[in-house]
């Protein structure tokens, strides 16, 4: 069976939901709290398990309760995670997220864990359809595999030659493109590049509570259409409702819709 590989970071996030973001030596009372699995490409790779492409995640956590909560997370959700080292004696990454209507705020800490691919894992990568990578997970991958990147955060000495696919964030589109580059533009849906190609995809409304975890589902619903051999303006239209739906939920996870919730909503 086809599987896709996403490398990169996985945490766990304490989410808050305020009526007010707190000034200097302030005190919020939260209307509600939530723990979550989180990370860019561990949240793509929910995103793509939910939707029945079969997914390794290659990362790192330490041996803490933090990192056997993401294991878990993962897990928990049909994504192979035998390739989820654990560091004895490193942290695990973890972040809180404040939000208020429709902002947020992300204090983030990336942990100690450090990325390195095992002979296996890098065999899994070469034989993957997709390897998808986020800003930690970028370079650690071998150059011969079919290569996804998630573009939502700064990639220092980030390289786009023989990229399959880039997709950045509306606001760091600096007009770089890869063989297929896809600019998401939040409720406004995405717009793809291809050679002289440009295709443009409109948002897919709903009732957003949170649009944390949007773009990564995003990345892991395209991945999935393309996976399923889907047109790239029907992938672009799918991967704006799968994310559009994902928002119903104060994490990102929880209202990722599954294969069959996604046709529904589509058709």
């Known amino acids: 069976m086809t599987h896709v590989v996403c490398v990169g970071l996985a945490t766990r996030d304490t989410i808050f939901a305020l009526p007010r973001y707190p000034q200097p030596d302030d005190v919020v009372v939260a209307r509600e709290l939530i723990v ?13 398990a939910r939707l029945g492409v079969e997914t390794y995640f290659v990362g790192a956590v330490g041996d803490d309760q933090v990192g056997a909560f993401t294991r ?39 942990g100690t864990a450090i990325i ?39 990639i220092d000495d980030l390289e786009l030659d023989g990229v399959a696919l880039y997709s950045p964030t509306e606001a760091r589109d600096d007009g770089r493109r890869a063989e297929l580059t896809v600019v998401t533009r ?24 949170s649009t944390l975890g949007a773009g990564d589902v995003f990345h892991g619903a395209l991945l999935a259409a393309f996976v ?21 939920a104060l994490d990102g996870r929880s209202e990722i819709p599954t294969r069959d919730e996604l046709e529904r909503s589509t058709t």
């Open 228 to 248: 399923h051999d889907l047109s790239l303006a029907d992938a672009l239209a799918r991967a704006n409702a799968c994310a559009s739906l994902s928002c119903r």
């Open 36 to 48: 979550a699995g989180g990370g860019p490409a561990a949240t793509a790779a929910v995103a793509l």
């Open 186 to 209: 939040g409720s406004d849906g995405c717009v793809a590049y291809r050679g002289d190609e440009t295709i443009e995809a409109p948002g897919f409304p709903v009732e957003a509570v």
């Open 116 to 154: 390195e691919l095992s002979p296996r894992a890098q065999q899994l990568c070469r034989e993957a359809e997709w390897v998808h990578v986020d800003q930690t997970g970028y370079g650690t991958v071998p150059q011969d595999v079919r290569l996804s990147i998630d573009g939502g955060n700064l």
């Open 72 to 110: 878990e997370s993962l897990e928990s959700e049909g994504v192979d995670v035998s390739e989820l080292a654990v560091r004895p004696g490193a942290r695990s990454a973890q972040s809180s997220v404040l939000i208020s209507g429709p902002n947020r705020a992300i204090a983030a800490y990336r």
